[in-house]
């Protein structure tokens, strides 16, 4: 097995009807299951307390980078070996976490979750999202010479060794919205960590909604390969 316990991160705003059930779905594969409510209004936090997690609250909200930065570091502070990041809106399927924890246990130090692949798949997913998604693959394995099918999936299994590297720096605060899970992809791959996708199902219940908003959004998860790439951030 891949050293060291395990530990799910996820990151959530306003996800009272969902969060329960997330939990639920985690316990069997991990050790220990973080909540971060990032600044919910809702009862987020109450509902994933009363199903088992350790919830982290933060005042406001800053953004799924700084609330996946907090479970990070929390895990780091408790000596947990691997981290799983997966929505706290019932997309992801728990059920899929061993197969990320297999490459681990076959060497490997982070492991993308990829609707994209043979054997991964997608419900009810909108056209938009299809369109999109498949553009800014194209436009991550470009810049990184690297093939990526799935750059925006939130399903992700590496170990929390990554984050000690001196070479990458998560305490940035221009990382707070979406930017923080491309850029920590990104320097995985550049920094040469032994980096692979593996299939997963994503589902979108809700007709594919999305708290992200179109023209802001999309430019914080495409900005950072573009810092990288040109060298104006680190």
């Given at each position: 097995m891949a050293k060291g316990k395990r530990v799910a991160i996820t990151p959530?705003?306003?996800?009272?009807?969902?969060?329960?059930?997330?939990?639920?779905?985690?316990?069997?594969?991990?050790?220990?299951?973080?909540?971060?409510?990032?600044?919910?209004?809702?009862?987020?936090?109450?509902?994933?307390?009363?199903?088992?997690a350790t919830v982290l609250r933060h005042k406001k909200n800053l953004g799924a980078g700084a609330a996946i930065r907090t479970g990070i570091q929390y895990a780091l502070r408790k000596g947990y070996g691997i981290c799983v990041v997966l929505g706290g809106d019932d997309q992801d399927d728990p059920h899929e976490i061993p197969r990320l924890i297999r490459k681990l246990d076959e060497g490997y130090d982070f492991?993308?979750?990829s609707r994209r692949l043979k054997g991964g798949r997608t419900v009810d997913m909108p056209l938009f999202r299809?369109?999109?998604?498949?553009?800014?693959?194209?436009f991550f394995s470009m810049l990184i010479g690297k093939r990526i099918t799935d750059g925006t999936n939130g399903f992700r299994?590496?170990?929390?060794?990554?984050c000690k590297d001196k070479r990458i720096n998560l305490n940035q605060k221009w990382l707070n919205r979406y930017e923080l899970e491309p850029y920590l992809f990104y320097k995985a791959i550049q920094l040469g960590y032994r980096v692979i996708e593996v299939p997963v199902t994503k589902r979108y219940p809700d007709g594919g909604y999305t708290k992200m908003e179109q023209l802001r959004d999309y430019w914080s998860i495409s900005r950072p390969l573009l810092f990288l790439r040109l060298g104006v951030r680190k």
């Amino acid at each position: 097995m891949a050293k060291g316990k395990r530990v799910a991160i996820t990151p959530c705003l306003n996800e009272e009807h969902a969060i329960a059930k997330v939990v639920r779905k985690l316990r069997p594969w991990v050790d220990l299951i973080i909540v971060v409510d990032d600044g919910s209004t809702d009862r987020t936090a109450e509902m994933a307390k009363k199903a088992g997690a350790t919830v982290l609250r933060h005042k406001k909200n800053l953004g799924a980078g700084a609330a996946i930065r907090t479970g990070i570091q929390y895990a780091l502070r408790k000596g947990y070996g691997i981290c799983v990041v997966l929505g706290g809106d019932d997309q992801d399927d728990p059920h899929e976490i061993p197969r990320l924890i297999r490459k681990l246990d076959e060497g490997y130090d982070f492991v993308q979750g990829s609707r994209r692949l043979k054997g991964g798949r997608t419900v009810d997913m909108p056209l938009f999202r299809r369109i999109t998604t498949k553009g800014y693959s194209a436009f991550f394995s470009m810049l990184i010479g690297k093939r990526i099918t799935d750059g925006t999936n939130g399903f992700r299994a590496f170990r929390t060794r990554i984050c000690k590297d001196k070479r990458i720096n998560l305490n940035q605060k221009w990382l707070n919205r979406y930017e923080l899970e491309p850029y920590l992809f990104y320097k995985a791959i550049q920094l040469g960590y032994r980096v692979i996708e593996v299939p997963v199902t994503k589902r979108y219940p809700d007709g594919g909604y999305t708290k992200m908003e179109q023209l802001r959004d999309y430019w914080s998860i495409s900005r950072p390969l573009l810092f990288l790439r040109l060298g104006v951030r680190k």
